[in-house]
Every structure is written in C-alpha cells, then in structure tokens.
C-alpha cells in the first residue's frame, strides 16, 4: 500500500525566510497530495493541493511542487510570519480514495 | 462553505461508560465520512471509513465492536466508544468527503478531546 515520508520532523525558520517541507510517497498510482495545517488542538486545514496532471501550484504565499517520476512533493512558504506557526501534514490519495498521512512537520517561526 | 461540525469538543467521564460523538457536514453532502485518532505530536490515525447508508469498513487493528459507526444519512454519522477505559483517550476527528467524487478533499471537524479516567 501507499506510504508518505515526510521531513524534517521540525523545522525552525526565522521570521521573513522561505520555509521548506519535503514528502515522498510510494504509489506511483497516488494522483491527488493535499496539504494541511493543524495548530495545537486544532482540526487540520486544507491549505493547499495538487493533483498529478500538474507540476507546481501557487496561492500567494504557498506553493506545492510535485515531481511524478521521482515521486517527491514540496510545500514552500516564502516571507513566513509567526501565524504560520503549526503543524504541516503532506498527504497523498491511495488508490482506494483513503488519504495516507505523513508524520508532520513542527514549523517554528522565530520572531 | 465546506464546514463540518463535530461535537462534542470535550468529553471527561469514568471508566465502563459509552461515549457518543457526532460529526455533521453543514453545508454540503457527504458520502464519505472518516474517523480519525490521533495521540499528541503524532499525525491522525484513521480509524474507519463511514459510507452512507452501509456499514463501515474498520482499519486493521480498531475493534468494530468497540468504536461503533453509524452513517444513517447524507451530513450525519456518529462514533460512539463503548465501555470505554483510560486507553481509549485521545484526540477523535472526523472529516466528510464532499460529494461528486472520490478525488474530492476531506474536511475535518474540531476533534473530540477523550479523557477517561
């Protein structure tokens, strides 16, 4: 079955500075990677997706690249602000339409 | 839109009692229910797949007999823990898949904060 590796487990970047979450998965049949932030707590939110037929997405400060042939996708989030603070999950969508978890990202920002 | 409602938020109670959450999609419909469990600094542990009107499909290792499911409409389903015991405190989410198709993304509920004493 689908596996989703995720890293680091934390990271800690200083306020105004890109930050950096890098996932792979398995299952090369996998095509739908949403992304979500949980704050302490908190339900996890949608942030961003992408689906295989495209390669890169943006929404103002996020994007989410993916690679097929490696089987490798990334969350960027440029001039990060201390509200960016959370836990980040990749996720990809298996073959039964389930979404398999990545272990998470503790993204830090530091004043 | 895409809101999912889960209640209740909190829930403290002794040892031997059952315990029933709800989780509702309030403005859209939902075939597709998912309860997930997640324990502190660990990512959601899905648990089992709600479809409605059919009986759910349990992960392996969740006791089906334990965490019962019912699905019985199109922005409804409930999880109710049986008897449960210190163990069975956790963190539950549920999120709801909207409708028109199976690509479609999750929504998730607050969670359910469990604690058993």
């Known amino acids: 079955g689908e596996n989703v590796e995720q890293h680091p487990s934390t990271l800690s970047v200083q306020e105004g500075d890109s930050a950096v979450i890098k996932c792979t998965y398995s299952d090369s049949a996998s095509n739908y990677f949403p992304w979500y932030k949980q704050e302490l707590g908190k339900r996890p939110q949608l942030i961003i997706d992408?689906?295989?037929n495209v390669g890169e997405k943006k929404d103002q400060r996020i994007a989410v690249t993916l690679n097929k042939t490696a089987k490798h996708f990334s969350l960027h989030i440029t001039e990060t602000q201390p509200e960016d603070s959370a836990v980040y999950f990749c996720?990809?969508?298996?073959?039964?339409?389930?979404?398999?978890w990545g272990a998470g990202t503790k993204l830090i920002i530091k004043p | 839109g895409a809101v999912v409602s889960q209640h209740p938020s909190r829930v403290i109670c002794k040892s031997g009692t059952s315990v029933k959450i709800e989780c509702r999609s309030l403005?859209?419909?939902?075939?597709?229910m998912f309860w997930y469990r997640q324990f502190p600094k660990q990512s959601l542990m899905l648990m089992a797949t709600?479809?409605?009107?059919?009986?759910?499909?349990?992960e392996q290792g969740v006791e089906k007999d334990k965490f019962l499911i019912n699905h019985a409409s199109l922005t409804l389903s409930t999880l109710t823990v049986t008897s449960a015991h210190p163990e069975d405190s956790s963190f539950y989410i549920c999120?709801?898949?909207?409708?028109?198709?199976?690509?479609?993304?999750?929504?998730f509920g607050d969670g359910t904060r469990l604690s058993i004493l």
């Open positions: 996720t990809a969508m298996d073959s039964n339409y389930q979404l398999i």
């Open positions: 999120s709801a898949r909207e409708r028109g198709g199976l690509g479609q993304p999750q929504h």
């Open positions: 709600s479809n409605e009107g059919s009986k759910a499909t349990y």
């Open positions: 403005d859209f419909q939902a075939t597709t």
């Open positions: 992408i689906r295989s």
